[in-house]
């Protein structure tokens, strides 16, 4: 992935997060959060003081590193995949492993490439196989197209579960599915 996609993802991101709006709801698990960035993510990072006082370079900075570098987004290369593993990884979830498990049920298999191991590592092997898979044609179909599917079906029921164990995550759960399903579905 190009720099100026990383820039483009974290402004979509950013835009489902807030923005640059300071936020302390009594529900939300996470605490104060700034830019989508909590407390705890601010300081971890080596920032002192209040999130609040977060800037946008700051928080570029810690998603860049805490999220995009650590999941090794550079080695996808299709711009909607890592959007949405990139959404996932700053929202909640298991991208990776997502990611996998949907890649082993579409290759037909093991016809279009191997099944891959379910690690949520993203290494080589994964990069090779979902840049692999992202141009698997059959007939008038892409693969690709199954694969967001895939990875936003899992992200669905995701959010489902985490609200029915903890109640107070239903003051989320429509705006979760909005922005971060239904959303992401019409940016394709």
């Not at 609040?52 to 928080?59: G, H, I, L, S, V």
């Not at 059959?138 to 959010?159: A, C, H, M």
């Not at 489902?160 to 903890?166: A, H, L, Q, V």
Request: proline share 4%; glycine share 8%.
């Amino acid at each position: 992935m190009a720099k100026s996609d990383f820039s483009k993802i974290l402004k979509i991101v950013k835009g489902f997060e807030g923005n640059e709006s300071y936020t302390n709801h009594p529900d939300d698990p996470g605490g104060p959060t700034k830019f989508g960035i909590t407390q705890w993510r601010y300081t971890t990072a080596g920032y002192f003081g209040s999130v609040k006082n977060c800037t946008a370079q700051e928080a570029a900075a810690i998603y860049k590193k805490y999220y995009w570098d650590k999941l090794k987004l550079d080695l996808v290369k299709d711009f909607f995949v890592c959007l949405i593993l990139f959404d996932i990884v700053v929202n909640g979830g298991r991208p990776v492993k997502w990611l996998q498990r949907t890649l082993n049920v579409l290759n037909r298999k093991g016809k279009d490439y191997p099944d891959l191991k379910v690690d949520g590592k993203l290494g080589p092997a994964t990069a090779k196989v979902v840049n692999k898979a992202m141009q698997v044609r059959r007939g008038q179909l892409y693969l690709k197209n199954s694969i967001y599917e895939g990875l936003l079906s899992f992200r669905t029921v995701y959010f489902i579960e985490i609200s029915e164990k903890k109640e107070a995550l239903e003051t989320f759960t429509p705006g979760w599915i909005d922005k971060r399903v239904l959303k992401l579905k019409r940016l394709r």
